[in-house]
């Protein structure tokens, strides 16, 4: 049976000290929840993908990205990147 709560994951990516985006917080139902209401609060943008919720979600808390997930990482970077309102 399929696992239908709510699911999130929160990245940190520093270039300056990260040599890959890192798990930073991870969660399901309320913590999934609680994980979100943060972002938002805190203008952090918010990307929907299950499946690759689902791969991240494997990774520990505070673990870099395994290379397999760069790719669909570096896409959801580019969207953010695109999405953001640009500072003045």
């Not at 139902?29 to 979100?36: P, S, Y």
């Not at 938002?40 to 499946?51: A, F």
């Not at 979600?57 to 999405?83: G, K, N, W």
């Amino acid at each position: 049976m399929e696992d239908r709560r709510k699911k999130a994951v929160a990245l940190r990516y520093d270039e300056k000290r990260d040599k890959a985006p890192v798990v930073v917080a991870k969660g399901k139902g309320e913590l999934a929840q609680k994980i979100i209401e943060l972002a938002d609060k805190n203008d952090v943008p918010i990307v929907e993908d299950r499946e690759l919720t689902e791969a991240l979600l494997r990774v520990e808390v505070f673990e870099e990205i395994p290379p397999v997930l760069y790719e669909a990482i570096a896409r959801v970077l580019v969207f953010i990147s695109q999405h953001r309102p640009r500072s003045s």
